[in-house]
């Protein structure tokens, strides 16, 4: 019974590999950081066409793309684990809405931000422009979360789901911490109580380091 994980270091399959270990169970990663040219998305192609990661193949063979699907669907596959609300629970809506949100809003951005020539060709002031809109957009968007969330001591509450996880994660990317940490002062707490949970200290070693300079 072993999942393959189609992945990349510091990228969005970090949170599903967390969450794999955190469940208990095995995996094996194949690196493909799909952003570094096309013989790293031709890895990809096989299973997802976007040639996109992560990708999930179950030990049964499904492939499972979309972070916050295989996130979702991990989480409530494996209900022991207590790393999302049950549908009768109450902080069930609020968990979907949030799932979604993240990718909808924050992690669809890097999409343009990371090559802005996919929209604005070879003009270097509208590439520059691109960047730094998306990254304003980036910065309003967790500031609208913060809002709107009323933490315990996770997220959604005294029980972390995974949740804390894609955010804890996603707020490591541009414009990195230290911006997240003043748009977002609510989640700040949070997200460093994801940063220094004792399960996956290793794991953060590995495979998103707290590098010097980290925070921005």
Same mark, same amino acid.
């Given at each position: 019974?072993? $999942? &393959? ?18 469940? %208990?169970?095995?995996? !094996?990663?194949? =690196?493909?950081?799909?952003?570094? %040219?096309?013989?790293? !998305? ?9 040639? *996109? ?7 049964? %063979? ?32 609020? #968990?979907?809405?949030?799932?979604? $949100? @993240? ?6 951005? #890097? ?13 270097? /002031?509208? *590439?520059?422009?691109? /960047?730094?809109?998306?990254? +304003? !957009? @980036? ?8 809002? /709107?969330? &009323?933490? %315990? !001591?996770?997220?959604?509450? =005294? ?14 990317? &541009?414009?990195?911490?230290?911006? #997240? ?8 707490? @949070? ?11 290793? #794991? ?10 980290? +925070?921005?």
């Amino acid at each position: 019974m072993v $999942f &393959t994980l189609y992945g990349a270091a510091g990228s969005g399959s970090v949170p599903v590999e967390a969450t794999l270990r955190l469940i %208990g169970q095995d995996y !094996r990663v194949i =690196e493909a950081p799909t952003w570094e %040219g096309e013989a790293e !998305r031709r890895k990809v192609a096989s299973v997802n066409p976007m040639r *996109q990661i992560p990708a999930l193949v179950t030990p049964g %063979g499904e492939v499972i793309t979309e972070s916050a699907a295989i996130l979702i669907w991990l989480a409530d596959s494996h209900p022991q684990a207590r790393l999302s609300p049950a549908l009768d629970d109450p902080r069930r809506a609020q #968990f979907l809405r949030w799932m979604s $949100f @993240i990718p909808a809003a924050v992690y669809s951005m #890097f999409w343009v931000r990371d090559e802005p020539s996919r929209l604005a060709g070879d003009d270097p /002031q509208a *590439q520059a422009e691109i /960047q730094r809109r998306t990254i +304003e !957009r @980036i910065a309003d968007c967790w500031r609208m979360m913060d809002a /709107q969330i &009323t933490p %315990g !001591r996770f997220l959604l509450g =005294e029980e972390m789901t995974v949740l804390d996880l894609y955010v804890a994660v996603a707020s490591r990317w &541009t414009p990195r911490r230290r911006r #997240f940490y003043a748009e977002a002062p609510g989640m700040a707490e @949070i997200v460093r109580r994801v940063d220094a949970l004792p399960e996956l200290q290793s #794991f953060w070693a590995e495979r998103f380091p707290l590098d010097e300079g980290w +925070e921005g």
